[in-house]
């Protein structure tokens, strides 16, 4: 089993800053790799598909890279829309794994 | 727009047997690969199956024992059906459809004259909240 392991567990971020968050995998996934965002009470939201796609829809202030075991995504200029957990998710393999993900809160 | 709906018993006691359905409308259910996930409070988002386009299905190993998925195509369907419950089993249940990605050859970074897929989560259901408690 691919474990994914998210890094930091809580990022505080003030409104219109950078957040990076990062996402290692335990071997090698290519750009197999999705990003999701979710709020209390939701089902997560796709964000980022083959590690830098966006998804229909997600703002361009939202950005993946990454390849083979590490991943990040950046927020740029936080808006409080998006203060929610975010979960990295590999499909290189099965079973599918997610990362624990990384709580976005305003600093 | 694909939507996902998804209904099933919300309260159990232990030993009983849990028992979900998702429709799929909006979209093309033959072209997809549909899931099975889960959020408990002690391990977070786990994927506990998968039916893909073929019919075949796949499931995570650790609940393959307790774990039955079926597909109804002529409804665009598919349930989850997991039996011996218990408290470890309280969480939110989600369905998913699969949306296909070409893929380089598997563990390369090339591309070669067959074409290879994978699949990646897109769309997810509204969620049912399932509580296991005597």
């Known amino acids: 089993e691919i474990e994914m392991t998210q890094f930091p567990a809580t990022l505080s971020v003030s409104p219109g800053e950078w957040a990076t968050l990062s996402c290692r995998a335990s071997?090698?996934?290519?750009?197999?790799l999705a990003w999701y965002q979710q709020t209390p009470g939701q089902a997560p939201r796709l964000l980022i598909f083959?590690?830098?796609r966006r998804a229909t829809g997600i703002p361009a202030r939202f950005s993946g890279s990454g390849s083979g075991t590490e991943f990040t995504l950046t927020i740029s200029s936080l808006q409080s829309d998006d203060l929610a957990t975010y979960y990295c998710?590999?499909?290189?393999?099965?079973?599918?794994?997610f990362g624990q993900g990384t709580k976005v809160e305003l600093k | 727009q694909v939507q996902l709906q998804q209904w099933g018993t919300g309260l159990l006691k232990p030993s009983e047997t849990l028992s979900l359905v998702c429709a799929a409308s909006?979209?093309?259910?033959?072209?997809?690969?549909w899931n099975w996930i889960r959020q408990t409070p002690g391990k977070g988002l786990e994927w506990i199956g998968e039916i893909d386009r073929a019919g075949d299905i796949k499931y995570n190993s650790y609940l393959a024992s307790r774990v039955i998925i079926s597909p109804d195509t002529s409804k665009n369907q598919f349930s989850l059906r997991v039996s011996s419950v218990t408290a470890a089993d309280t969480g939110v249940y989600f369905c998913a459809r699969g949306k296909a990605i070409e893929s380089p050859i598997p563990g390369t970074l090339s591309w070669g004259p067959k074409r290879y897929y994978k699949y990646y989560i897109d769309v997810w259901g509204q969620g049912t909240t399932v509580t296991v408690s005597s």
């Open positions: 071997q090698s996934i290519g750009r197999n």
């Open positions: 083959d590690a830098s």
């Open positions: 909006g979209g093309s259910f033959s072209d997809h690969h």
């Open positions: 998710q590999q499909y290189n393999d099965w079973p599918r794994t």
